[in-house]
């Protein structure tokens, strides 16, 4: 399995950014592909996460803000990110587990190498 983040940058408060996770190798039948991201010195926070069937969920810190989405052959997952506050700076990891979406990173088997989102 392969998770390959892009889109990340630096961008000023009020604006907008689109991640994006490509990935391959994943043949679960239920699945959920999440998006956490981690500032320096904090552990990893739970973003947002889809479904196999498209279900969104997000945290409260961003939702109205993002909008996660997935390709129609199942093999990205975007992050489109508006609005952007200074705290939402961090490193933006592209996560995927069997089953149902959680908020807990300990149960995300797979994970991309991360993208660095500044906002100031």
């Known amino acids: 399995v392969q998770l390959v983040e892009s889109g990340g940058g630096s961008v000023q408060a009020g604006g907008s950014l689109t991640l994006s996770c490509a990935y391959s190798?994943?043949?679960?039948?239920?699945?959920?592909m999440g998006w956490f991201r981690q500032a320096p010195g904090k552990g990893p926070e739970w973003v947002s996460g889809i479904s196999r069937r498209s279900t969104e969920n997000y945290s409260d810190s961003v939702k109205g803000r993002f909008t996660i989405s997935q390709d129609m052959t199942k093999t990205t997952v975007k992050l489109q990110m508006s609005d952007l506050k200074p705290e939402d700076t961090a490193t933006y990891y592209c996560a995927a587990k069997s089953g149902a979406c959680v908020m807990s990173a300990t149960f995300y088997g797979f994970w991309g190498q991360g993208t660095q989102v500044t906002v100031s």
């Open positions: 190798g994943y043949t679960y039948r239920s699945y959920c």
